[in-house]
Each structure stands twice: as structure tokens, then as C-alpha cells.
């Protein structure tokens, strides 16, 4: 079956840190991939996508991912994290061409110290 | 904002008892999804319907179904609730793009 696995259940960073979620999915076949994000008390909000085209993928707010075919990933990646990036990070994956079910990570919650 | 709303936000139910979770998806957008996030976990498809047809279903049993009407609107019912049905339950709609829009959810918690 088709899974999405994010490797860290909870980051904490200091603000001005460099962040860095690991994101991996099991598909072997064409997948577009996604990053939410979810704040305290909000909806989920789309951060960036991946459908083709150039691996590297930049998104809202200084976010950006790197899709790796060969190891199956799609980190995401900030230079310098803010304390407003507190929240909770989601990997999704969509395989082509199977009625957009998106799969889901566990999520990751990233708190940011001042 | 994403165009999509839900209601009700908060509801409390006991074991047994059905639900109905109602959506209204953006403008446009002809294809709805339900997800059912459990605390501390990533949501979890449940199904999605095209044109008022459900075109696909996740591992979730048949006491879970859905309506879409012809306004791309959308309902969830929950009949005979049991306790790990609690949860935050999310209406998405899409353009059939590929991206999804999702509404701020509706909070189940069944006693």
C-alpha cells in the first residue's frame, strides 16, 4: 500500500535556525507530492506542490522542497525559521491517475523559540 | 480563506448516535473529499465524490457515507458512533488540478 512517512514527530529550533523535515513515500510509480501546513486553530493550507519539472520546488513563506526520485523523498526546507512557523508540517503524496486520494504523513509539529 | 466552510465546528455526540457533517466546497470546484484527522495523527482519507458519485472510498467501514448534491456541496454521515470516531473531520474540494482546498473542519467528540 501506497504510505507517506515523515521521519520526526516534533522539532524544536530557535528562531533564526535552519530547518530541515524529512519526507518519504513508498510509490514507485509518477506521484505528485505536497507540503501543508496547519497553525494553531487554522485549516490546512498548501505551503508548496510538486507535479513535474524542476525537483527543486519553492513555496510560501521561504519554504521550499527537494524532490529526490532514486530515495523516495521530498524534504522540505527553510533557511532561517521564524517564530510564526510554529506549526504542525504534513507530507502528501497523490498517485497519478488513482482518483486524487491524497496519502498523508503523521505530521510534523515544529515549534520555534524566540 | 479558501472558499470552503463546514459546519458545524464543534459537536458532541454519545455512542450510537448518527451524525451528519455538511461542506460547501469553492466555487467551481466539482470534486469533494472527506478526511478524518485523529489527534496527534495525519488525516486519513475516507472518500471522495465527482459529480454527486462516489469515485473513491478509503479503509473506512460502511456506517461512514456521503451525499454530494448539484451544487458541489457535500454531507458526511456517521451512523452508529463509536468513541474513536472522535476526531476532526475535513471537507477538501478541488478544480481537479491536483490541489487540494481544504475547510477548517468539523470537531466530533462522541462520549
Known amino acids: 500500500a501506497q504510505s507517506v512517512s515523515q521521519h520526526n514527530h516534533h522539532v524544536i529550533l530557535s528562531e533564526a535556525a535552519s530547518l530541515e523535515l524529512g519526507c518519504n513515500y513508498s510509490?514507485?510509480?509518477?506521484?505528485?507530492l505536497f507540503w501543508y501546513v496547519q497553525y494553531p486553530g487554522q485549516h490546512l493550507q498548501l505551503l508548496l506542490k510538486?507535479?513535474?519539472?524542476?525537483?527543486l520546488v519553492k513555496g510560501i513563506k521561504g519554504f521550499e522542497a527537494e524532490f529526490i526520485k532514486s530515495k523516495f523523498s521530498f524534504n522540505l526546507r527553510k533557511p532561517s525559521v521564524q517564530w510564526s512557523d510554529t506549526a504542525e508540517y504534513f507530507c502528501?503524496?497523490?498517485?497519478?491517475?488513482?482518483?486524487?486520494?491524497?496519502?498523508f504523513g503523521q505530521g510534523t509539529e515544529l515549534s520555534v523559540k524566540p | 480563506e479558501t472558499g470552503v466552510t463546514q459546519s458545524p465546528t464543534h459537536l458532541i455526540k454519545t455512542r450510537g448516535q448518527q451524525v451528519t457533517l455538511r461542506c460547501s466546497s469553492q466555487?467551481?470546484?466539482?470534486?469533494v473529499s472527506w478526511y478524518q484527522q485523529a489527534l496527534g495523527q495525519g488525516p486519513q482519507f475516507i472518500f471522495q465524490y465527482y459529480r454527486e458519485e462516489e469515485n473513491g472510498r478509503g479503509n473506512f467501514p460502511p456506517r461512514f457515507s456521503g451525499l454530494q448534491f448539484p451544487n458541489y456541496s457535500s454531507e458526511l454521515n456517521v451512523n452508529a458512533l463509536e468513541l474513536d470516531d472522535s476526531a476532526l473531520y475535513l471537507c477538501?474540494?478541488?478544480?481537479?488540478?491536483?490541489?487540494?482546498?481544504f475547510g477548517e473542519g468539523s470537531r466530533l467528540t462522541v462520549l
Open positions: 510538486y507535479f513535474s519539472g524542476d525537483p
Open positions: 510509490y514507485g510509480g509518477t506521484v505528485n
Open positions: 502528501a503524496a497523490v498517485v497519478y491517475n488513482q482518483g486524487g486520494k491524497l496519502i
Open positions: 466555487s467551481g470546484h466539482n470534486t
Open positions: 477538501a474540494s478541488t478544480p481537479g488540478t491536483g490541489e487540494l482546498f
